[in-house]
């Protein structure tokens, strides 16, 4: 079965500390598609990347930078240079394909909060 | 263009009663997926729809849940009676085409008294 697993639960930084937000997890598919989304306080869920199971590269988008290891079943993610703004829950996801349809399993989040 | 569209919401209604949820997917998206948020469950998918037929409705929790999907660009979730344990935030998400990101409206907050 499926599992995705974010063992910190809250993490709280100053602006300007880089912080990293770490993704488990677990599934018996090889072909399978890892994401993160971003909940921030005014509730709604944004999208921030998708990765597939096929491309190990890290990838990197600002101040945001993904690092996905297959060997530890890891997608971690590190926010560089926080700021306030970045003051949300972060949820890890996992999906299988499954014809066509991508259904997702989340992780139970991480909240950070970055004080100024 | 418009992102996926919740209505109601905030709903607050007595236990008992019928809740109602809407729900327009973005326009050419043909995967719909309806997701409750609590504190202590987290994020769990209910059911998801593709091409407006349910494909897996696994995770409704019980007969008091239903979903409907009448054609492309409408969806409801209904629950009755409800209890107050079903107070919670009802996300809808699409996603189609070339796309594989699910795509969530700004959820409804049900509350059941």
């Known amino acids: 079965a499926q599992k995705v697993t974010q063992a910190q639960t809250e993490i709280s930084v100053v602006e300007k500390e880089d912080v990293t937000l770490d993704c488990v997890y677990e599934?018996?598919?090889?072909?399978?598609?890892l994401f993160w989304y971003k909940q921030p306080p005014s509730g709604e869920l944004v999208f921030l990347i998708r990765r597939n199971s096929f491309d190990e590269q890290n990838e990197i988008s600002g101040r945001y930078s993904w690092n996905f290891q297959k060997s530890t079943s890891s997608f971690n993610f590190t926010i560089t240079a926080s700021q306030v703004v970045d003051s949300a829950v972060y949820f890890c996801a996992l999906s299988e394909h499954q014809g066509g349809s991508e259904k997702l399993v989340f992780g139970k989040g991480m909240k950070l909060t970055v004080n100024p | 263009d418009a992102g996926v569209i919740q209505s109601p919401r905030h709903e607050v209604t007595e236990m008992g009663q019928e809740v109602t949820l809407r729900c327009k997917p973005i326009s050419g998206h043909n995967s719909l997926f309806w997701y409750r948020q609590t504190m202590m469950r987290g994020l769990e998918l209910l059911i998801y729809?593709?091409?407006?037929?349910?494909?897996?409705d696994s995770g409704m929790p019980e007969d008091r849940f239903s979903a409907k999907m009448p054609n492309a660009s409408f969806s409801t979730l209904k629950i009755q009676p409800s209890e107050p344990r079903d107070s919670a935030v009802y996300f809808c998400?699409?996603?189609?085409?070339?796309?594989?990101?699910?795509?969530f409206g700004p959820g409804t907050r049900l509350t059941v008294t």
């Open positions: 599934t018996r598919d090889t072909t399978y598609y």
């Open positions: 998400a699409s996603t189609g085409g070339t796309s594989y990101e699910q795509y």
């Open positions: 729809f593709n091409n407006n037929v349910p494909i897996d």
